[in-house]
């Protein structure tokens, strides 16, 4: 059964409320952006406060700071006059629970979705595959504070980011709600 109908209902409710947001101004009124993970336990709105219009919130798998991501933080700044970047990750994150070798083979023996259980993601489809995983970096986790570190790092060592721009970094606690900075991060992130 499809979640169609449901969201174009919450939709109509939603636009039947929508009133002055539909002239927010196009760059974000609180001049910040956060570089998150698209896990659904996440709501970056709720975590830092956010209203429609406030901030840009850049999601993927993970959180981590890929070329898209550098290319929308990229714009942030230079097109939308953002001044400070978070990069938050989460704790009991997905891209924890298998490598690139992982995904890769998964993907090659089937494309139908694994199953995981405690040792880890299987396949329960059948084939065809494909060998197209093996050209992505999946960017995968082995070590949470160290993957925002990282990020933090490639950030801020981008040659299109500028030195001026902060760059914080916090993992998010899916069990009690709370940002947990990571002091390394936040000083590689730091203004030049």
């Not at 927010?24 to 910040?32: K, Q, W």
């Not at 336990?41 to 890929?66: C, M, Q, T």
């Not at 400070?84 to 494309?111: K, P, Q, Y």
């Amino acid at each position: 059964m499809s979640v169609l109908p449901e969201v174009l209902a919450a939709n109509d409710t939603y636009a039947a409320e929508f009133g002055e947001r539909g002239s927010l101004a196009l760059p974000p009124a609180r001049g910040f952006a956060i570089l998150t993970c698209m896990d659904a336990r996440l709501d970056p709105a709720k975590y830092a406060g956010l209203s429609e219009g406030d901030a840009h919130v850049i999601r993927n798998a993970g959180g981590r700071a890929s070329d898209d991501a550098i290319r929308s933080l990229v714009i942030s700044y230079k097109l939308l006059g953002t001044k400070e970047w978070f990069v938050i990750h989460h704790s009991d994150c997905g891209m924890e629970f298998f490598t690139d070798e992982v995904i890769r083979g998964l993907l090659a023996n089937s494309l139908e979705t694994a199953a995981l259980d405690e040792t880890g993601f299987h396949d329960v489809g059948t084939g065809p595959g494909s060998q197209e995983a093996a050209y992505i970096d999946w960017l995968t986790i082995s070590d949470q504070a160290g993957a925002v570190v990282d990020d933090v790092r490639r950030i801020r060592n981008h040659p299109l980011v500028p030195a001026r721009i902060p760059i914080y970094g916090y993992v998010y606690d899916v069990t009690t709600g709370r940002l947990v900075e990571i002091p390394e991060a936040t000083k590689v992130g730091a203004t030049a």
